[in-house]
């Protein structure tokens, strides 16, 4: 296999790597779908892992003109996705610890196919896959037209990256509940509300980049700048007062 196929593999992979976290975005999940039983959690593992690499090729083929169709810009995205998560995050700070009662599991039949239906949209769009790795994406999206081999090739490199890079979001998602377990539930507890806390700090994060990034394409008023005035290079040609008889 060519070398640069390979290292197009290899970059897409390690560029969308930090921005999706694995390891730190894992308890956030968990978190997140802590009504749900253990196969449906691991259900919601994979649709968000597979929901991730193919949203994530979909932008990389279709991205720029998706947006400029739209007339939607990556700030105005980042707003919005850091809002949501904003919400959802201070949703998991101000969640009560849930009492055993005899609708307990109507609730959590309830709970689960709600869960199932946010699969894409929050999990998956912008928890997992938010506005950074959007932008990392469209920042790799191949220059040069499609018709020609080298463009394809780099599209298809690039995509095989975003879909390992996906794999690896399914990976650790399916297999930190075990871990996580075997800490305990004052642990589990713990590291709910420390990634709640950070998954708010993240939200508060993009608005503010979002925020930044509208103010720095804002239209500038143009500086008015008033005539110097000229003045005599030598004194000697300076007007001289008239002198009266």
Same mark, same amino acid.
């Given at each position: ?45 994979? #649709? ?19 947006? #400029? ?88 490199? #690039? ?52 925020? #930044? ?33």
């Amino acid at each position: 296999m060519d070398n640069s196929f390979l290292g197009h593999v290899a970059f897409a992979w390690l560029a969308l790597f930090p921005i999706l976290n694995p390891p730190a975005m894992a308890p956030v999940f968990l978190a997140l779908t802590s009504p749900v039983d253990e196969p449906q959690r691991n259900h919601l593992a994979f #649709k968000i892992g597979l929901y991730t690499a193919i949203f994530l090729s979909i932008l990389l083929l279709l991205g720029g003109w998706m947006l #400029k169709i739209l007339g939607l810009s990556i700030p105005v995205i980042a707003i919005a996705g850091g809002v949501l998560l904003f919400h959802s995050a201070w949703r998991m700070l101000n969640r009560e610890t849930p009492r055993p009662t005899p609708e307990a599991d109507d609730e959590g039949v309830t709970e689960g196919i709600c869960m199932r239906n946010q699969a894409f949209f929050p999990l998956t769009l912008p928890v997992t896959a938010g506005p950074g790795a959007m932008a990392v994406t469209l920042a790799m999206t191949p220059r040069g037209t499609l018709l020609e081999s080298a463009t394809l090739l780099e599209f298809l490199a #690039k995509t095989v990256g975003i879909f390992l890079a996906g794999t690896t979001v399914f990976v650790f998602y399916r297999y930190s509940g075990p871990l996580i377990r075997r800490i305990g539930q004052t642990g589990a507890t713990t590291i709910s509300q420390i990634s709640a806390f950070v998954l708010l700090a993240i939200g508060v994060q993009i608005i503010w980049g979002g925020v #930044k990034d509208l103010v720095v394409t804002l239209p500038t008023r143009p500086t008015v700048v008033a005539p110097a005035q000229s003045s005599p290079a030598d004194p000697a040609q300076a007007v001289q007062p008239t002198r009266v008889p």
